[in-house]
């Protein structure tokens, strides 16, 4: 069964940092790229940040560019996002999903095939 846990949340002021985590079971990591998705009220899900595991590959939206940091531990199964410098906009239900690795960078919510349960980031002004 294939699954996808993401986690670290919370509430943190305008320019804090929070580090997320999304672990990963049911499927050949190396194969897949990870991505991280934000959903603000309202708002339609868009892509954040990926990176392809086999590569190590990394994409940013131009929004968190210089910010957000995506990295890996393949032997835990394990993508993370850390994000410093936030600010309100980035305030959402941060979700990771899986997608086969050729689509790797893609920030279509459509062509992932695997979602985690997301994780709430709140950003104080």
């Known amino acids: 069964e294939v699954q996808l846990q993401a986690s670290g949340g919370g509430l943190v002021q305008a320019g804090g940092s929070l580090r997320l985590s999304c672990v990963a079971s049911g499927f050949t990591f190396d194969d897949y790229a990870i991505g991280w998705f934000r959903q603000a009220p309202g708002k339609e899900r868009e892509g954040v940040s990926c990176?392809?595991?086999?590569?190590?590959?990394?994409y940013y939206v131009n929004s968190v560019k210089g910010r957000f940091t995506i990295s890996s531990d393949n032997a835990k199964n394990t993508v993370y996002l850390q994000m410093n410098s936030l600010k309100p906009e980035d305030t959402g239900i941060y979700y990771c999903a899986a997608v086969e690795a050729e689509y790797g960078g893609s920030y279509t919510p459509e062509v992932y095939d695997y979602w985690g349960q997301g994780t709430q980031v709140t950003v104080s002004s």
């Open positions: 990176i392809t595991m086999g590569d190590g590959n990394r």
